[in-house]
Antibody, heavy 121, light 111 residues
Framework: QLQLQQSGPGLVKPSGTLSLTCTVS??????????WGWIRQPPGRGLEWIGT??????YYNPSLRSRVTVSVDTSQSQFSLKLSSVAAADTAVYYC??????????????WGQGALVTVSS | DIVMTQTPLSLSVTPGQPASISCRSS???????????LHWYLQKPGQPPQLLIY???NRFSGVPDRFSGSGAGTDFTLKISRVEAEDVGVYYC?????????FGGGTKVDI
């Protein structure tokens, strides 16, 4: 059974870097049909795709591209999110997710429980 | 970016009755490979979203057959044939035809 366990600070100072890690168990992080990435949800608002690591290549939302890095550590079965120069608008529940390769697209099919990250001094 | 618009914003339903949610995209989601990449998720209270329907009309593993999806091009519909109490939450459509992946604003369903 797939489990995605998120970890990282729940509070980040403005202009700092948000760092989250998602540990994968119950599935191979090196699968050829599953990929890994992040989505966020500001409090009381909708969902925003952050980025996905597809076959080793990162794809990012252009709105965040200059500040975001998604990476994978296969030896630890983990993938990570770093978002730099954060501001209050980056306060959100951050979800790690597995993405399923379907035809010529990929989309999240399983989500972690989510972690609230607050940007505040 | 492709803008996804859902209607209605909220829906109050009676158990056992049908329900329907619409999703419209600002561009056609039909791709050159013939696929249409529109998906539906349900976010139950206090939980992460869960995949219900992918590729317009394919039910994800374990999803009850009372859920069905239909549509083409820019107009899509999620139908629940007989609503149950466990179906409450916020429903989102999402497109993966073009990056960035984008979500609709959500439809809140309550009993």
């Amino acid at each position: 059974q797939l489990q995605l366990q998120q970890s990282g600070p729940g509070l980040v100072k403005p202009s700092g870097t948000l760092s989250l890690t998602c540990t994968v168990s119950g599935a191979s992080i090196t699968s050829s049909i599953y990929f890994w990435g992040w989505i966020r949800q500001p409090p009381g608002r909708g969902l925003e795709w952050i980025g996905t690591l597809y076959s080793g290549t990162p794809y990012y939302n252009p709105s965040l591209r200059s500040r975001v890095t998604v990476s994978v550590d296969t030896s630890q079965s983990q993938f990570s999110l770093k978002l730099s120069s954060v501001a209050a608008a980056d306060t959100a529940v951050y979800y790690c997710a597995r993405y399923f390769l379907y035809a010529n697209t990929w989309f999240p099919d399983y989500w972690g429980q989510g972690a609230l990250v607050t940007v505040s001094s | 970016d492709i803008v996804m618009t859902q209607t209605p914003l909220s829906l109050s339903v009676t158990p056992g009755q049908p329900a329907s949610i619409s999703c419209r995209s600002s561009q056609s989601l039909l791709q050159s490979d013939g696929g249409t990449y529109l998906h539906w998720y349900l976010q139950k209270p206090g939980q992460p979203p869960q995949l219900l329907i992918y590729g317009v009309s394919n039910r994800f593993s374990g999803v009850p057959d009372r859920f069905s999806g239909s549509g083409a091009g820019t107009d899509f519909t999620l139908k629940i044939s007989r609503v149950e109490a466990e179906d409450v939450g916020v429903y989102y459509c999402m497109q993966s035809a073009q990056r960035p992946l984008t979500f609709g604003g959500g439809t809140k369903v309550d009993i």
